[in-house]
């Protein structure tokens, strides 16, 4: 009983270096050559289109708008953490768009009103919430400008998108109804 026990037990313990031992070595490369992974073409993923980030980057710009303006200081935070994430995945998948620098644009021209605007979220100042917000917004339409796209004006939202999001803080459980 206990010898078969220890016999299991070792040969358990060997397998995987069994199977390590079986695994085909890789051939010897020639000295010249790269690996072959190198030169082979990545897999194509999906990148959505510009236009496609922007209208959730609307999205979030319209909820930041309106969870400032309830108070709910963690959601407006959220919600600009959404808009620097997507900005951030813009940066890196259409780091270039029509011959244009998107990625260097987008530090140079958004960076520090998001940055100002983290700042009033974090102090709870509605007043300088409201006024970064509006900075932030004259920065969405300078780089539409300075990309020949100044017919695209975002502003100051007046109605909410969705009528199922409530924007009103909640520490406490309150009813929904
Ligand atoms: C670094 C440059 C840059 C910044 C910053 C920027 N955008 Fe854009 N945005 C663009 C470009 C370029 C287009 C045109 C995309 C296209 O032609 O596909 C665009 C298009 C749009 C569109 C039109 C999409 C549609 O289908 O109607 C919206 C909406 C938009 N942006 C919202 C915003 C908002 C809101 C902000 C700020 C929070 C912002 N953008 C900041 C470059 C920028």
């Given amino acids: 009983m206990l010898r078969s026990l220890i016999a299991a037990v070792t040969l358990g313990a060997l397998a995987p270096l069994v199977a390590l031992a079986q695994t085909p070595a890789a051939p010897p490369m020639p000295a010249d050559s790269k690996p072959a992974d190198t030169k082979a ?3 194509r993923a ?3 289109g510009l236009e ?6 609307l999205t ?16 407006a935070a959220y919600e600009l953490g959404e808009i620097k994430e997507v900005m951030s995945d813009v940066q890196e998948l259409v780091p270039v768009f029509k011959s244009l620098p998107l ?26 919430f409201a006024a970064g917000f509006d900075r932030l917004t004259a920065a969405c339409n300078a780089c539409h400008q300075g990309t020949e796209n100044g017919f ?4 100051r939202p007046t109605r909410s998108l969705f009528t199922n999001q409530d924007y009103r803080p909640h520490d406490r459980p309150r009813r929904t109804r």
């Fill in 41 to 43: 073409a990545p897999p």
């Fill in 46 to 48: 999906y990148i959505p």
């Fill in 52 to 57: 496609q980030f922007m209208n959730v980057i």
């Fill in 60 to 75: 979030e710009h319209n909820k930041l708008w309106f969870a400032g303006r309830a108070g709910n200081w963690p959601l």
């Fill in 103 to 128: 990625a260097d644009m987008m530090d140079a021209v958004i960076v520090k009103e998001i940055a100002d605007l983290e700042k009033a979220i974090d102090a709870k100042d509605a007043r300088q």
């Fill in 152 to 155: 695209i004006v975002i502003k």
